[in-house]
């Protein structure tokens, strides 16, 4: 997971399916490519002068990806090479992959690997990882460990999203679209100086909807459910954010810049196909995209309400200038789901046809503060230092409700309701030098001390089985965990040309301990994985080429993860958190963005990745119900007698990290035809496609996909200077019906995004 790869850019491959240049900050030329300047390091900086793997992303580039009112961060999904994003929780809870490092787990207090960043503010917490971004101008993805530069620790990476920022000038840019299942989109941003060069604002907007388009065709016995089929009762959403910045500039030397934001959100949760899978096959396309049965869940109801504010002081003192940066965000809502994917005599539970299993979670309360201060030497010349320090501090209590009927001739399993309170606070010291040993050849090392500590305590917990508690006496009410480790980096970067850079880096990181409190449900112990750490290396070669009309940048890397953290299921089938031996990977990433001729921009990305589980002990529980395999697992398998029947396992070691495609491609391409007004028609297309990829620890014939693929078309209309851009747009054009994820003792199935055709009309104003 490895940083990697050279930062060209999706910028590159994204933007071709745009009509704005791929950054906004440097024009592209007309018969060349533009710089793109990114801020990796904390300072602004030419990619290909960068030692680090970055990948990078336009805002107007993904704005089209998510005309049709596709998750703004799902979106993202391939489109940069080492980047997977998935979700089987719903818009609210999305999953981030790079270089095949995540956490496929679903409990709300996850840990996970990846770090988002907004507007240099650290979003750790699962739900707050789902903010929208929107009015966004570049997207940077940082592959491998970082620490020494930013305020929160990762051993995969970070994504960090920069929205546009108050100007003294008015401008303004709008993005509009309608689409099929009556999909709405709105991303707009207003703003312009309220006191000539001292105060500024920026009002920014996104709005997406779409209607209910899936039907609940379950007739039958039910918990919550009517026996009457409805029509188009789940599918749909209504997500409205707004955020308001304001920066203060009263002098050359100090900079105060206030961000306000709100998120209101109400859809579905993800629904499950429950028997789309048939055993010895992953062909789901039998199974009805817009119909589903089920008997539980109310629908699948999701709503949540986030709320969140940031200071940014700076103050140049000349020599280095002190920055302070702090926010605050909370968030409540909750999320329901028939978690079996409905009913089916083709699936009985202990002999009965009809089997209920609904779970809800519900974050009560959630606060997020960070406090990070940053004290940067003036960049430029032969040295540049940076120093920080973080404080970071997130509480939340949330409720777990599992309703899973087991029958058997004498009981059924206890239907389960927890409330827990879940407490991370970390400090961390961090610091990076750069130093030009010679001409062309840079140095950079970085270093970082982090204590993370994490507290789970169980609140309070209901039970229907005749009032009596079913926890052992030994239960664990209250886990703390804590680890202080080092990490660092070291990369060298040599200038051979104008044209050409070489670079190599070498990171050390560590996630800290964690614990999975919703083990409580099923009356188990908490379960815990002590502190992860990786070792990774990356090198990579950037270029810009054939008179600055392609570039092309290339990374191969490794790395090592000892004691990894995993998720699966144990020998009562309850879901747990474990540590692995370790796992290893090794790949590589290229990207490329052409422009042969003025009116054509062509571009590439690929990513290829190996990666293998080392761990010749552990072993995790298959698919199966009713004491018989449902699935056909390669592994040999191993039966364990237990409470509730006949436990499957099979052992893990050499099966591929879950959720990391062997491989990536993404296509992109755009021409535009000159008009005598000075306007431009255009064509623009898109196209993915992912290699092999396993959803789960353990390698079957069904939880697998290969050769997913989605494209994407626009053509329209751009007005002379780009003042407004008229298009007919289709995403997912080709319609198909891609497996996301799957549950695995049903044979459950989850789908992609439906096809959306529709109009786009966008437009920037001055």
């Known amino acids: 997971m490895l940083g990697v790869a050279c930062g060209s850019v999706l910028a590159g491959s994204a933007a071709f399916a745009q009509a704005a240049p791929v950054q906004e900050q440097v024009q592209a030329p007309e ?75 679903f409990y709300l207090g996850a840990s996970q690997p990846v770090t988002i960043i907004q507007d240099d503010v650290i979003l750790e917490h699962v739900v707050l990882k789902s903010n929208p971004v929107y009015d966004v101008r570049q997207v940077e993805v940082l592959r491998g460990p970082q620490g020494s530069l930013f305020g929160r620790n990762t051993t995969a990476g970070i994504i960090k999203f920069d929205t546009y920022k108050p100007t003294n000038a008015f401008e303004s840019r709008a993005a509009a679209s309608v689409g099929t299942y009556g999909s709405v989109n709105l991303d707009a941003g207003v703003g312009g100086p309220l006191i000539n060069d001292v105060l500024a604002f920026r009002l920014s907007t996104l709005i997406q909807h779409r209607a209910n388009y899936i039907d609940n065709a379950f007739v039958g016995a039910s918990q919550d ?73 109310n629908d699948n109801p999701q709503s949540y309400n986030t709320y969140g504010g940031s200071v940014r002081a700076s103050y140049d003192f000349g020599p280095a200038a002190l920055t302070s940066i702090t926010a605050y965000e909370t968030t409540s809502g909750f999320s329901r789901g028939d978690t079996d994917g409905g009913a089916g005599a083709n699936f009985p539970v202990r002999g009965v046809a009809n089997g209920f299993g609904q779970s809800q979670g519900q974050i009560r309360d959630l606060d997020q503060w960070s406090q990070e201060i940053r004290l940067a030497g003036t ?6 230092w940076q120093v920080g320090g973080l404080y970071f501090d997130n509480r939340d209590i949330t409720d777990f409700y599992q309703r899973t009927f087991f029958l058997t001739t004498a009981a059924r399993n206890p239907n389960n309701w927890v409330r827990l309170h879940d407490v991370n606070t970390s400090w961390a010291a961090f610091g990076q030098v750069s130093y030009e040993l010679m001409d062309k050849l840079t140095v950079t090392l970085g270093g970082r001390i982090t204590e993370d500590k994490k507290r789970t305590e169980l609140l309070k917990t209901v039970q229907t089985v005749a009032g009596v508690s079913q926890y052992p006496a030994n239960f664990r009410r209250d886990v703390t965990l804590k680890a202080t480790k080092p990490s660092w980096d070291a990369s060298i970067l040599y200038q051979a040309s104008p044209d050409v850079s070489l670079y190599s880096r070498v990171a050390q990181g560590f996630r800290g301990p964690t614990i999975q409190g919703r083990s409580a449900v099923f009356n188990s112990d908490f379960s815990t994985a002590k502190s992860e750490t990786i070792l990774s290396w990356e090198t990579g070669i950037k270029t810009r080429l054939l008179d600055n009309t392609l570039s092309l940048n290339a990374t191969v890397f490794g790395y090592r993860v000892n004691d990894i953290q995993l998720n699966g299921n144990d020998v009562n089938g309850n879901g747990i958190l474990f540590n692995g031996n370790k796992a290893e990977a090794y790949g590589m990433e ?11 921009t062509l571009g590439a990305g690929l990513s290829l990745l190996h990666s293998a589980i080392r761990d010749k002990s552990t072993e995790v529980q298959i698919c199966a119900l009713n004491n018989v395999v449902v699935c056909t697992p390669s592994a040999p398998v ?21 959720n990391a ?59 002379p200077d780009d ?32 096809r959306i055709i529709g109009v786009s009309l966008s437009g920037k104003f001055r």
Not at 646 to 651: I, R
């Open 31 to 105: 018969e060349g490519l533009g710089d793109i300047v990114v801020t990796a390091e904390r300072r602004s900086e030419n990619l290909q002068r960068v030692p680090l793997s970055v990948g990078v992303a336009s805002g107007d580039a993904l704005r089209d990806f998510q005309a049709g009112g596709d998750d703004t961060l799902l979106a993202l999904s391939g489109r940069v090479p080492g980047l997977y994003v998935e979700s089987t929780t719903g818009r609210i809870f999305p999953r981030f992959y790079i270089r095949g490092l995540g956490n496929i787990d």
């Open 225 to 297: 459910s009517t026996a009457t089929p409805r029509k188009n009762a789940m599918g749909g959403f209504d997500d409205r954010n707004i955020r308001l910045q304001l920066a203060l500039t009263p002098g050359t030397a100090f900079s105060l810049d206030l961000s306000g934001h709100a998120r209101w959100y109400d859809g579905t949760s993800t629904l499950f196909h429950r028997g789309a899978l048939q055993k010895g096959s992953n062909d789901v396309s039998a199974e009805p995209r817009n119909t589903v049965a089920l008997d539980e869940g």
């Open 379 to 384: 960049p430029g010349g032969r040295f540049n």
């Open 590 to 600: 290229a990207e490329a963005n052409w422009k042969p001729v003025p009116n054509l």
């Open 638 to 658: 191993r039966s364990v007698p237990g409470a509730f029947g006949t436990t499957y396992l099979v052992k893990i070691n050499g099966e591929p990290l879950p």
């Open 661 to 719: 495609p062997e491989y990536n491609v993404d296509l992109t391409a755009r021409y535009d035809q000159p008009l005598g007004n000075g306007g431009r028609a255009f064509i623009a297309g898109d196209f993915n496609i992912q290699g092999y990829t396993q959803f789960v620890l353990y390698k079957t014939k069904e939880f697998t996909a290969n050769g997913n693929f989605e494209g994407g078309l626009k053509i329209g209309y751009a007005a």
């Open 723 to 754: 003042a407004y851009e008229l298009a007919v747009f289709a995403r997912n054009i080709t319609g198909e019906k891609n497996l996301k994820g799957v549950i695995e003792n049903y044979m459950a199935a989850v789908f992609n995004e439906p």
